[in-house]
């Protein structure tokens, strides 16, 4: 005896119409049943000939197909046919549109964009983090971004700011005592922002940081003269790479990273 068959139709990959269909099918213990996915239908005459195989082998359509003209043909060509067919996306997207008042896109595959979307933004974090603080100057060359500042100018929070915008950014830490990589003295300059903060404000900031972790403010770390020259260290760094430089003095996390995309965004369209 052939197994229940259900034809999925989609006008895109046809994973959210198989996913529903078998939801719903993990309810009926009499299985199995067989279901073959139908994708990327862009035409008329791939609903008609769905519909005459659906009624050769006595099967049930399932469907997401956001094209209103493509819907109704399905529908029409299945009730011609006797099949019984399911619009699996339609009645839900027509009550939003009643319900919010917009036009929705029509647009086949706008959930598998959300989804490469998603994975973007996951691997620009998952960058940031590898790349964080200098831990391994070859993310300077892979970078969208690098960020260059001596300790507590916000790199690591702008870093994952900004990958959260899809942005892959690997951060620098300038200190006296220590050479720069040279990998960055060999990418685009333009790929490098500075970030440049007040000798005041961040002689305040390690202070506040050395009291968070039960210290005392009188450290070298939180010493005026010496934060003055990591700042003219800095500073000589920044001018051999020719890189932009922003003033971080008394700017939130975000502000900076709206700058630094607004930079990205003059960029690509020069």
Do not use: W
Request: some cysteine; overall charge negative; charged content about 30%.
């Amino acid at each position: 005896m052939e197994k229940p068959l259900i034809y999925v139709l989609s006008d895109s990959v046809g994973e959210t119409a198989e996913l529903v269909t078998k939801a719903c099918l993990s309810q009926f213990d009499d299985g199995p049943f067989d279901l073959q996915r139908i994708p990327y239908v862009e035409d008329k005459g791939t609903i008609n000939e769905a519909v005459l195989q659906a009624k050769e082998h006595d099967a049930m359509i399932g469907f997401t197909l956001v094209v209103p003209e493509y819907r109704i043909h399905l529908k029409q060509e299945a009730e011609k046919h006797g099949v019984r067919c399911v619009d699996i996306m339609g009645p839900m997207m027509e009550a939003m549109e009643s319900h919010l008042k917009i036009q929705p896109r029509l647009e086949p595959g706008l959930v598998h964009k959300l989804d490469e979307d998603y994975f973007k933004r996951v691997e620009a974090i998952e960058f940031a983090v590898r790349y964080d603080d200098g831990r391994d100057p070859r993310g300077i060359s892979k970078a969208d971004i690098v960020l260059i500042g001596v300790s507590r100018t916000s790199k690591t929070p702008l870093s994952q700011y900004l990958a959260h915008k899809r942005l892959k950014v690997a951060n620098v830490p300038i200190v006296p005592e220590v050479q720069p990589p040279s990998e960055l003295f060999r990418v685009d300059p333009e790929k490098c922002i500075g970030l440049k903060i007040s000798a005041e404000k961040l002689n305040d900031i390690r202070k506040e940081r050395l009291k968070s972790l039960g210290l005392g403010d009188q450290a070298t770390y939180a010493n005026l003269e010496r934060i003055s020259q990591e700042l003219e260290h800095f500073n000589r760094i920044v001018d051999k790479i020719g890189c932009p430089v922003i003033d971080v003095s008394n700017k939130a996390v975000e502000e900076t990273a709206n700058i630094i995309m607004n930079k990205l965004r003059k960029d690509a369209q020069e």
